[in-house]
């Protein structure tokens, strides 16, 4: 998969918006193979849902504020987007991210 300059533009404004621009710190030191690998797997990765869904989940239950007794804690099961979204993903590509397998260094 080949992007273009405008494409990696998009990709770090998407990124940024929901405040994980900092994953582009070290990308113009990569090889242009290491940056195709890397734009890919960033690419694919759907950051707004996932930042909604982490979001939801560090201040389910809290009123936005996080506690560190966990007696005070109210649980509550995911809401289903956050299991729709998890259970849509292949076996294959859960396999891909196992550690060591980022950029294709396994």
Not at 10 to 21: D, N
Not at 23 to 49: G, M, N
Request: aromatic content about 10%; glycine content about 4%.
């Amino acid at each position: 998969m080949s992007f273009t300059d405008q494409d990696y533009r998009v990709l770090k404004t998407r990124y940024e918006a929901v405040v994980h621009g900092h994953v582009f710190a070290f990308f113009k030191e990569l090889t242009p193979s290491q940056q195709e690998i890397f734009y890919s797997q960033l690419a694919s990765i759907q950051v707004e849902q996932v930042s909604r869904i982490a979001q939801d989940i560090l201040t389910m239950g809290h009123d936005n504020k996080v506690t560190q007794d966990p007696a005070k804690v109210d649980l509550k099961p995911l809401r289903s987007h956050a299991i729709d979204f998890l259970a849509s993903d292949t076996k294959e590509k859960l396999e891909t991210w196992r550690p060591g397998e980022i950029l294709g260094c396994n």
